[in-house]
């Protein structure tokens, strides 16, 4: 069974331009979820899509949105980019462990996103 | 406010000893909690959970253990090898919500 694909693994922007990052989920999950990864804050929770809606939103500016498709595949985008903003992204898809019952998080090798 | 407290950034042991590394959490609606490890250059892999109700799980090397009147878990590794040298990271969860809110991580070092 495939993983967690994001999509590009690396890239390089500069200020103010904006940037799309890719992710499909494991086949048949149908929850994707985005998150920051920087050296001082750790992994942050942007936003949850199900069913191509938005569940969940973290405590981001709006420059950060995202959407999903019929097809579970989703985008994130970031506009007017800013220094602070190099950060790895990860996607992630979920399914539900069955020994504890907790909704356990599949994630991709993320995007490494910097901004010069 | 940092929900999800990992307060040692780094752990050394040596392998075949016992590795145990320590989360603290403020918010009592959590009921789920995780722990992650992560490589270099790849995303977080699901190590272990638990649920509010337990207070341990085991599988295989691994076991969690749940203090709810401390707001505390800690994740056990017996015996330690050396591939098992990573940060991990602790993680919870409300209910059936899917967003987790991840502690910043402690980098576990197994020496040969």
């Known amino acids: 069974k495939a993983g967690v694909t994001q999509t590009p693994r690396y890239l390089i922007k500069t200020r103010g331009q904006q940037v799309t990052l890719s992710c499909s989920p494991i086949?048949?999950?149908?929850?994707v979820s985005w998150y920051q990864q920087t050296p001082g804050q750790g992994l942050q929770f942007l936003f949850e899509?199900?069913?191509?809606?938005?569940?969940n939103k973290g405590n981001f500016p709006g420059r950060f949105s995202g959407r999903q498709f019929s097809n579970s595949r989703s985008e994130m985008n970031v506009s007017t980019l800013e220094l602070g903003d190099s950060a790895l992204y990860l996607c992630?898809?979920?399914?539900?462990?069955?020994?504890?019952?907790?909704?356990?998080?599949?994630f991709g090798a993320g995007s490494r996103l910097t901004v010069l | 406010d940092q929900q999800v407290k990992q307060n040692s950034p780094s752990l050394s042991v040596q392998e075949g000893r016992i590795s145990i590394l320590n989360c603290d959490y403020t918010?009592?609606?959590?009921?789920?909690f995780l722990w992650y490890k992560k490589y270099p250059a790849e995303g977080p892999t699901f190590l272990i959970s638990?649920?509010?109700?337990?207070d341990k799980n085991e599988d295989g090397r691994f076991t969690v253990f749940l203090n709810k009147s401390a707001k505390h878990l800690s994740l056990h590794i017996v015996p330690s090898q050396p591939g098992d040298s990573a940060v991990y990271f602790c993680?919870?969860?409300?209910?059936?919500?899917?967003?987790?809110?991840f502690g910043k991580g402690t980098l576990l070092t197994v020496n040969p």
């Open positions: 992630a898809s979920s399914r539900n462990d069955q020994r504890s019952g907790a909704n356990v998080l599949t």
């Open positions: 086949s048949g999950h149908r929850s």
């Open positions: 899509y199900f069913s191509e809606t938005q569940r």
């Open positions: 918010n009592s609606m959590f009921d789920y």
């Open positions: 638990i649920s509010s109700i337990k």
């Open positions: 993680a919870a969860s409300a209910g059936s919500n899917y967003k987790l809110t």
